[in-house]
């Protein structure tokens, strides 16, 4: 019967007299708020940048809390009661008379307090930096919300010794060493990811030297730690609104708000990577980023909650050393479970190491390295993570019986083209923001790599890189910097050696002082100002991949633009695919498929695991440059945005790209995504396999016939029998009839429709799996 009142009083109430909103500067002792006035009675700030009242966390749950008046959606940045809401109906908070506030749920409880007492006259008033404070008669702090951090803080915020941020299992805090730090601390186990586990803290410019552990962020967008933690927001500078939240994600960013519409820009963020996150699988889960991450389960494993990704996956099979079974293992290449190595190897043969994992009743699985013939000894699987680039594999230990019933990796691309992405944890959507925002990240970590020098690089470089390596990695990643004019000219000798030319300009040989070869690219039709060069030049310096032509600097003086790369050796792929290329130049199958395999692989590292919107929009030949060893080095990627043919519009809304390998959707004018890259890539792909130039026409019994028929001729001969009909004739019939079916079938997926077409990443990866050379090179970067 109450309840039937309520539900007839409320709306009543809520529409009659207090329907406009009411907000407080203060509240005086013997005061409330109540959760039924919610929505017309809060404290402000004076300069109502603030509010601070009951925030409705869910049905029927308040918690008290300041959120930012203006942002869309109503952005929390404190709560009392973070965990523990209070009902909707009858919770009030008050300043009651002995000077406490106190938030009470509709049974009386006190939920929380402000653990206050000095008597009449305390005052609690929200400040225009958002900190709830309260006051004494005498104007004296008791109390500030500032020292009870939640999972943001707030410019002028501290954080200090006796305080952290915290969001699910993940904290932000200074570690016993002083070190500002990111932690898994779940039920099972704490794992650190931020900074890099990998380095020291002063490799990578930080100190544990200063004890009095503070850091802030200041109006301007600059975040400052005393273990010398310095870091700028993307559009540092006074005047906007700027919180530092640990997303329920694990990572840490900053977010800018745009006054004039309430939506949140991330201007930095801690980790690059999300798969770098520890423990965001939870135990045996496996992360891939592509590049919005997803989780899975790895064989004779299966979800222990399939609501939840943090309790992981479980086995199927009884983990028990008292159980004689026979096990054998299963190969998860290319990934790693970080940390918990029971033992370390270095030069054994992979046999040896899985034979001493069999040994070890507690090991569940290995990783090797081949290279180095490192070897792994895990007990516990934890921080899954899969990656195209990681150096590895996994070699997980199962039952005799479940590695048989797992059905190999067998050399099929449809079946290992399959957009899995469940988003059982419920951030792709939220992803799919950062993703444009990432953009902002990334401007923002090279420029201080440039500006300050600091190794900060090192968080975005891949994880289990040994210790020994540092010195060589931190060489390779200095490298890149700004050249002056002179140097350059110098360097090539006035611009004497040509060696390629392209829509973006004239590519010269040169040789700097320290004796590296470079190749000096002139640009051509720069519109950018100088800050967007910077910025573009910084992304682009930043990328760093053994697929990826590596860019070591770059020189802007006024209309002066110059690129500096590493010099590759041989030639780009088109002088040995098309016309008369002598017989020992011809390519044979097996470095045909090594160069499909790494074009492929350097295209899912642009695509995937730098920067989503690093599209090459330019993929063919001529910028498939090759080694020595016949390795690829991909040219001229990240121009897109700087060629004047864009400048119009950030959306490449001009035609780019070379006529033959265009996707359609350039002249269907739709928006261009990474995908326009597998298209051209799959042409490019045809022309390994077929050995003509499938770009620039094609000739069916001495007709010519568009590409789309000719895609159609493929399909039907895929469907019939015999792909040798389609592969280079001068290969006399030498080439791996497994991996050129792949290939077809990739090539011809590539051309499909966008929506149908595979991620460079899952072509890598098909690939992958009928690659018949077992020893990949380790992969040094
Ligand atoms: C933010 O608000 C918009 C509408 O105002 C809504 O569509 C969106 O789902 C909200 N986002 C979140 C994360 O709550
Ligand atoms: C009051 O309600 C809260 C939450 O609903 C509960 O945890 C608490 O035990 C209750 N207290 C009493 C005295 O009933
Ligand atoms: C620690 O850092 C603070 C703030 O940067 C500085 O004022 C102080 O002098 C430093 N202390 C030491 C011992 O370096
Ligand atoms: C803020 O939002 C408006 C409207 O969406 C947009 O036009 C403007 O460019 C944004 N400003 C910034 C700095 O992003
Ligand atoms: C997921 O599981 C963890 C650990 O058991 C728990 O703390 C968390 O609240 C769960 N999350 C959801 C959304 O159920
Ligand atoms: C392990 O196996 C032995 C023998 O089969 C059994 O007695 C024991 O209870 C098992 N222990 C666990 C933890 O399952
Ligand atoms: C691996 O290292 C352990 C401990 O360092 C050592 O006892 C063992 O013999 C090594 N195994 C091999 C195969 O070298």
Not at 136 to 151: E, I, M, N, R, V
Not at 175 to 192: A, F, K, W
Not at 236 to 252: C, E, F, Q, S
Not at 611 to 631: A, G, M, Q
């Amino acid at each position: 019967m109450a309840r039937l009142l309520c539900l007839v009083i409320l709306p009543l109430i809520s529409v009659l007299p207090f329907s406009y909103a009411s907000p407080l500067l203060m509240l005086s002792t013997g005061s409330s708020l109540f959760v039924e006035e919610h929505k017309q009675t809060f404290l402000t700030s004076p300069n109502a940048d603030f509010s601070c009242g009951f925030y409705e966390v869910g049905g029927n749950a308040f918690s008290f809390s300041i959120w930012f008046t203006n942002s869309k959606n109503r952005t929390v940045v404190w709560s009392a009661n973070p965990k523990s809401p209070v009902n909707g109906h009858g919770s009030k908070v008050t300043l009651n008379h002995e000077g406490n506030l106190v938030l009470a749920d509709v049974n009386g409880t006190a939920n929380w307090d402000s653990k206050t007492s000095s008597g009449k006259g305390t005052t609690a008033v929200l400040l225009d930096t958002g900190n709830l404070v309260i006051r004494d008669s005498t104007g004296t702090k008791l109390w500030q919300s500032f020292w009870a951090p939640t999972d943001t803080l707030l410019p002028l915020q501290p954080l200090t010794k006796g305080t952290r941020l915290v969001s699910g299992y993940f904290n932000l805090y200074f570690d016993n060493d002083n070190v500002l730090r990111l932690m898994y601390d779940g039920p099972e186990i704490s794992s650190i990811y931020w900074p890099s586990p990998d380095y020291s803290v002063f490799d990578i410019g930080r100190t544990s030297y200063n004890g009095s552990r503070n850091a802030i962020l200041d109006t301007e967008g600059h975040f400052l730690s005393t273990d010398k933690l310095d870091i700028k927001a993307a559009d540092w500078g006074a005047g906007i609104n700027r919180r530092l939240t640990l997303d329920y994600d694990g990572n840490l960013r900053m977010y800018s708000l745009n006054a004039s519409d309430g939506s949140w820009k991330v201007s930095w963020q801690a980790i690059a990577k999300l798969c770098d996150v520890h423990g965001l699988c939870g135990e045996n889960g496996i992360c891939e980023f592509l590049p919005s991450f997803k989780c899975s389960c790895p064989p004779g494993y299966e979800m222990r909650d399939p609501t939840n990704w943090s309790r992981g996956c479980r086995p199927l099979f009884s983990k028990n050393c008292s159980k004689i079974e026979e096990y054998e293992f299963f190969k998860l290449a290319q990934t790693d479970f970080y940390g918990f190595d029971l033992i370390i190897n270095q030069s054994i043969s992979l046999k040896e190491c899985k034979k001493t994992c069999l040994d070890i009743c507690s090991c569940s699985a290995v990783t090797y390295k081949t290279g180095s013939g490192t070897c792994y000894i895990k007990y516990v699987l934890f921080n899954g993570y899969s990656s195209t680039n990681f150096p590895g594999d996994n070699y997980i230990k199962l039952p005799k019986n479940m590695v048989s019933k797992q059905s190999d990796l067998s050399c099929n691309p449809t079946k290992e083209i399959v957009l899995g992405s469940s988003s059982m944890y419920g951030m792709n959507d939220a992803n799919k923001n950062y993703a444009t925002y990432y953009v902002f990240a990334a401007v923002l970590g090279a420029l201080v790599l440039i500006f300050t020098g600091t190794s900060w690089w090192f968080l975005y470089s891949k994880h289990n890189i040994p210790m020994s390596m540092e010195a060589g990695y931190r060489m390779v990643t200095s490298q890149f910097r700004m050249f002056t004019y002179r140097e350059l000219r110098e360097a090539t000798g006035k611009f004497k050696e040509e060696i390629g030319r392209g829509a973006s300009g004239i590519v010269y040989r040169g040789v700097l002082e320290d004796k590296r070869v470079i190749a000096v690219k002139r640009l051509m039709n720069i519109s950018h100002g100088e800050e967007e060069f910077w910025a573009e030049m910084s992304i682009i310096g930043r990328i760093n991949h053994m697929n990826l032509v590596r860019m070591w600097g770059f020189c802007s003086e006024g209309q002066q633009k110059l690129l500096v790369y590493e010099y590759v050796d041989n030639e780009s792929l088109d002088k040995y695919l098309f016309g008369d290329v002598s017989a020992e130049r011809l390519l044979a199958w097996s470095q045909r498929f090594k160069i499909a395999l790494g074009t492929a692989r350097g295209l899912a590292y642009l695509h995937h695991e730098c920067l989503e919107w690093v599209v090459h929009c330019d993929v063919k030949p001529e910028n498939i440059l090759l080694t020595r060893d016949f390795e690829v080095k991909i040219a001229d990627f990240g121009l897109a945005k700087l060629s004047k043919r864009d400048s119009t519009s950030l959306n490449f809304t001009h035609m780019r790209g070379t006529m033959g390998y265009m996707a359609p959707e350039w002249a269907l004018n739709s928006p261009i995504n990474a995908k326009v890259d597998v298209y051209s890539y799959g042409v490019v792909l045809l022309e390994i396999v077929t050995g003509s130039r499938i770009s620039s026409g094609i000739k069916v019994d001495g007709r010519e016939v568009e590409l789309r028929d000719f895609v159609q001729v493929m399909k039907h001969i895929l469907a019939t029998g015999d792909v040798k009909d389609v592969i280079d004739t001068r290969l006399n019939g030498h080439f791996n009839s497994e991996q050129a079916k792949v290939m077809v079938e990739v090539a011809i997926s590539c051309l499909e429709e966008r929506n149908s077409r595979p991620t460079m990443d899952e072509i890598a990866k098909a690939f992958l799996a009928c690659d018949d050379q077992d020893n990949h090179p380790a992969y040094s970067w």
